[in-house]
């Protein structure tokens, strides 16, 4: 087992403003544990200032480093190069906009004792709070659309949230699923936990208290990109792609 006990991964990209807050709130949980950890950030190919304020901010919150990455590739590429560079027996990556706080993986530990390697957190199954509630627009075209569509496309019946930003797996499941991923953007959360049915792992779904942020970078346009996505995952898998 890994010295480190969580890595937590956040993703950025331009993300000057939203970082510090998350950063020291997640920091402020994870002094109080008693395990070692890491927080991990992979700035995206950030035109601001994102890398500037992760770098401030070292001397003040313990174990933070930074991957910084010149040029975009997606939120998909830089969690794979997060998850697989970090250290941790347990690695999770979440938001930078702290839509579902650390604190959360409480609900997680007791899962990965029972023998489950991926837990994931979930805004729609039962006990879960969203906090505002979404609009029903979105909630409806954005939210059970996409889902009916996806589970059509490439199945995952039994998952009801992929698209929750809260997702923590063990350092064996990450090491065997992460190294077979192939899309780059939004729809890399259905793939990861198609990789990882398809290699047997068990996967839990766990309801979360997600804070609902008006500045949310999911609209109209990455939900067409992702339903194209799928369909590249479709063809993975047709093609066995995933089975190298």
Request: with cysteine.
């Given at each position: 087992?890994?010295?480190?006990?969580?890595?937590?991964?956040?993703?950025?990209?331009?993300?000057?403003?939203?970082?510090?807050?998350?950063?020291?709130?997640?920091?402020?949980?994870?002094?109080?544990?008693?395990?070692?950890?890491?927080?991990?950030?992979?700035?995206?190919?950030?035109?601001?200032?994102?890398?500037?304020?992760?770098?401030?901010?070292?001397?003040?919150?313990?174990?933070l480093k930074l991957?910084?990455?010149?040029?975009?590739?997606?939120?998909?590429?830089?969690?794979?190069?997060?998850?697989?560079?970090?250290?941790?027996?347990?690695?999770?990556?979440?938001?930078?906009?702290?839509?579902?706080?650390?604190?959360?993986?409480?609900?997680?530990?007791?899962?990965?004792?029972?023998?489950?390697?991926?837990?994931?957190?979930?805004?729609?199954?039962?006990?879960a709070i969203l906090?505002?509630?979404?609009?029903?627009?979105?909630?409806?075209?954005?939210?059970?659309?996409?889902?009916?569509?996806?589970?059509?496309?490439?199945?995952?019946?039994?998952?009801?949230?992929?698209?929750?930003?809260?997702?923590?797996?063990?350092?064996?499941?990450?090491?065997?699923?992460?190294?077979?991923?192939?899309?780059?953007?939004?729809?890399?959360?259905?793939?990861?936990?198609?990789?990882?049915?398809?290699?047997?792992?068990?996967?839990?779904?766990?309801?979360?208290?997600?804070?609902?942020?008006?500045?949310?970078?999911?609209?109209?346009?990455?939900?067409?990109?992702?339903?194209?996505?799928?369909?590249?995952?479709?063809?993975?898998?047709?093609?066995?792609?995933?089975?190298?």
């Amino acid at each position: 087992m890994s010295q480190i006990h969580l890595s937590v991964i956040i993703p950025a990209f331009n993300e000057e403003k939203r970082l510090p807050k998350t950063l020291q709130s997640i920091d402020g949980y994870l002094r109080n544990q008693t395990y070692d950890y890491e927080i991990l950030v992979v700035s995206d190919g950030s035109k601001d200032k994102t890398a500037e304020v992760v770098q401030e901010l070292s001397p003040k919150i313990r174990n933070l480093k930074l991957i910084d990455n010149k040029i975009n590739q997606g939120k998909g590429a830089v969690v794979k190069q997060g998850m697989l560079e970090a250290s941790g027996a347990y690695r999770l990556f979440t938001d930078a906009d702290n839509s579902t706080s650390i604190d959360q993986i409480e609900k997680m530990w007791p899962e990965f004792k029972k023998g489950c390697d991926i837990i994931i957190g979930s805004r729609d199954v039962k006990g879960a709070i969203l906090d505002p509630p979404q609009p029903w627009l979105r909630n409806v075209i954005l939210g059970e659309s996409f889902k009916l569509f996806r589970k059509i496309v490439i199945g995952l019946w039994d998952i009801e949230d992929t698209q929750c930003g809260f997702k923590c797996f063990s350092e064996k499941a990450v090491g065997n699923i992460f190294p077979k991923c192939k899309i780059s953007r939004f729809a890399f959360d259905p793939e990861i936990l198609i990789i990882a049915k398809k290699l047997k792992y068990k996967i839990k779904e766990i309801p979360v208290y997600w804070r609902n942020d008006p500045e949310s970078k999911v609209n109209f346009k990455g939900i067409f990109k992702m339903a194209l996505d799928l369909f590249k995952i479709k063809y993975n898998l047709i093609i066995g792609k995933y089975e190298k």
